[in-house]
């Protein structure tokens, strides 16, 4: 027995020596090569858009990813010839009022659906979570004609209120607050803590994980919106950039290169945005996922 061991060793070594790789090393090493294929083909619309950004509107269909010539003439149309600035700040501002507002109501109600007890509370959060089978267009009609009678139609409020709402935030900030032990807020509630007090000084400054890739999430959602903005506004000082970006295109043709070049602007901040908070991202997904 002895012997079969230290032959088993001498094995493993010589293999280590000879730099032999073993099924589990092939294996991780093919799907680092599938993982690396599948994001070389998600990031090559960025490249694309890129190139062609960059390219003179007679050029933007020639197929090479690397332009022969390259002008910023785009960008210069995109900011003098119409108000980008204005459709980039319009954009902005409702996201942000929009992510903050829901981020402090939609925490709000997650907690007292993980922690209050009141009659009807499993009831109201089967109702709350079954909103997420409910499409965006069969509601559209319905809330439209609610936004005219309230007089929100072309207005900020108009493109804010309707929007704060989101059943998703609310499920997984009552899931997260779930798996939050339950000692850290009896022993604030027995030293003098009301719920409210509860809510503010530890259950928030413990959410922040799961707050800030809500924050993203929900900002990237706005920012892209395009549908609701298209039906509640007509008044071009409320157009927001996605909006914007259909004005370069007509009935008979497109401005391709005046397209893309707007549409390289509407992206950058998202994707500056995901990069730099992708680790808090991926963080708060797997927090809110433990139990």
Not at 89 to 113: D, E, K, P, Q
Not at 237 to 242: A, F, G, P
Not at 263 to 275: D, E, G, H, T
Request: proline share 5%.
């Amino acid at each position: 027995m002895a012997s079969e061991t230290t032959t088993l060793a001498a094995g493993r070594a010589r293999g280590a020596a000879t730099g032999r790789k073993g099924p589990g090393s092939r294996g991780r090493l093919g799907l680092t090569l599938f993982t690396a294929v599948l994001a070389a083909g998600a990031f090559f619309p960025v490249l694309w858009m890129i190139s062609a950004a960059l390219k003179p509107r007679d050029q933007v269909n020639d197929g090479k990813l690397i332009p022969d010539d390259v002008t910023l003439q785009n960008f210069v149309y995109v900011f003098t010839e119409v108000p980008f600035a204005r459709y980039l700040w319009n954009s902005f501002f409702v996201s942000a009022v929009i992510t903050l507002v829901a981020l402090l109501l939609h925490s709000m109600a997650a907690y007292a659906l993980a922690r209050l007890r009141f009659p009807g509370r499993e009831t109201v959060f089967t109702l709350i979570f079954s909103t997420l089978l409910i499409t965006a267009p069969v509601v559209l009609i319905p809330l439209f004609l609610v936004a005219r009678e309230l007089g929100l139609l072309d207005s900020y409020a108009g493109l804010i209120i309707p929007a704060i709402f989101n059943a998703f935030g609310i499920f997984l900030l009552r899931q997260f607050y779930l798996g939050i032990p339950r000692e850290l807020e009896e022993a604030a509630i027995v030293d003098g803590c009301g719920h409210w007090r509860v809510y503010w000084s530890i259950v928030l400054p413990l959410s922040r994980p799961i707050l800030s890739a809500l924050a993203i999430f929900f900002f990237l959602a706005n920012w892209n919106a395009f549908l609701w903005p298209l039906v509640a506004t007509n008044n071009p000082d409320l157009t927001v950039v996605q909006l914007a970006i259909t004005t370069f295109q007509t009935q008979y043709t497109s401005a391709w290169n005046y397209i893309l070049a707007a549409a390289l602007v509407a992206a950058a901040p998202m994707l500056v945005l995901f990069f730099a908070f992708q680790r808090q991202i991926v963080e708060s997904i797997k927090t809110s996922g433990l139990k």
